[in-house]
């Protein structure tokens, strides 16, 4: 008795159902779904923006302490 293999998956009907989803998913977005006025979403964009870049000068901030931090203590121990 040899080893029983299933038949191949039928592309087509594969194909179908991506393009039945993504039909679906459009239809969803244009019905059911509530957009924001335009004025909201750029005030939200800069919101986004400005809390970006507030967030990476903290990074770097921190990142600046520690590097120095740790330099002082590495020169503290070699001397």
């Given at each position: 008795?040899?080893?029983?293999?299933?038949?191949p998956?039928?592309?087509?009907?594969?194909?179908?159902?991506?393009?039945?989803?993504?039909?679906?998913s459009?239809?969803?977005?244009k019905?059911?779904?509530?957009?924001?006025?335009?004025?909201?979403?750029?005030?939200?964009?800069?919101?986004?923006?400005?809390?970006?870049?507030?967030?990476?000068?903290?990074?770097?901030?921190?990142?600046?302490?520690?590097?120095?931090?740790?330099?002082?203590?590495?020169?503290?121990?070699?001397?």
């Amino acid at each position: 008795m040899g080893v029983r293999i299933p038949p191949p998956v039928q592309n087509k009907l594969i194909t179908m159902k991506v393009v039945n989803y993504i039909s679906e998913s459009f239809e969803e977005l244009k019905s059911n779904v509530t957009w924001p006025e335009w004025a909201e979403v750029q005030r939200l964009t800069i919101v986004v923006a400005v809390f970006s870049v507030v967030f990476a000068l903290a990074t770097w901030g921190t990142d600046e302490v520690c590097a120095k931090t740790l330099a002082i203590f590495f020169n503290w121990i070699k001397a």
